[in-house]
């Protein structure tokens, strides 16, 4: 039998349909599988994200929001309901893994935060977040991907 290489996209493929399997079996999350891309090396909900926002180029230098800049990069930055949907959408489909909580909390820690991902917060009712619907004081915030 010839040793055959597997694509990052049939691996990623694999591994949905695997978690699926599981999730109907009541399997629970923490022994399911977690996303991998053998073309970068990437692996975890923490690449996964990274990925997201350099995909959706949501990527710009950290301390930049603080620039003439500011416009530009909340326009190109995700929401976190965002980042969770591309979560659902490129891998979780399917299945109980990474669930919204999940990423909500990884997010919002500060040594991921730091490292690799930077989080703009919207100034509020006269300012970026203004068109929001009437009720929703609490300014929204954004997501990007500091470039490396």
Same mark, same amino acid.
């Given at each position: 039998?010839?040793? #055959?290489?597997?694509?990052?996209?049939?691996?990623?493929?694999?591994?949905?349909?695997?978690?699926?399997?599981?999730?109907?079996? %009541?399997?629970?999350?923490?022994?399911?599988?977690? $996303?991998?891309?053998?073309?970068?090396?990437?692996?975890?909900? /923490?690449?996964?994200?990274? #990925?997201?926002? *350099? @995909?959706?180029?949501?990527?710009?230098?950290?301390?930049?929001?603080?620039?003439?800049?500011? /416009?530009?990069?909340?326009?190109?930055?995700?929401? %976190?309901?965002?980042?969770?949907? /591309?979560?659902?959408? *490129?891998?979780?489909?399917?299945?109980?893994? $990474?669930?919204? @909580?999940?990423? =909500?909390?990884?997010?919002?820690?500060?040594?991921?935060?730091?490292? =690799?991902?930077?989080?703009? !917060?919207? $100034?509020? *009712?006269?300012? @970026?977040? !203004?068109? =929001?619907?009437?009720?929703?004081? !609490?300014? =929204?915030? !954004?997501? $990007?991907?500091?470039?490396?």
């Amino acid at each position: 039998m010839q040793n #055959e290489i597997i694509s990052s996209q049939d691996l990623t493929q694999n591994l949905q349909d695997l978690n699926g399997i599981i999730t109907s079996e %009541s399997v629970h999350p923490i022994f399911q599988n977690h $996303y991998v891309n053998v073309d970068n090396g990437s692996n975890g909900l /923490a690449d996964l994200i990274c #990925e997201i926002l *350099k @995909e959706n180029g949501s990527q710009f230098n950290a301390g930049s929001e603080s620039t003439a800049m500011r /416009a530009t990069i909340i326009a190109g930055s995700m929401f %976190s309901a965002d980042i969770i949907q /591309a979560v659902q959408e *490129k891998f979780s489909s399917g299945s109980t893994r $990474y669930p919204a @909580e999940s990423i =909500r909390v990884l997010l919002s820690t500060p040594k991921f935060m730091q490292n =690799r991902i930077v989080k703009i !917060k919207q $100034y509020g *009712k006269n300012g @970026e977040d !203004k068109n =929001r619907p009437a009720g929703n004081c !609490k300014p =929204r915030a !954004k997501w $990007y991907l500091k470039n490396s």
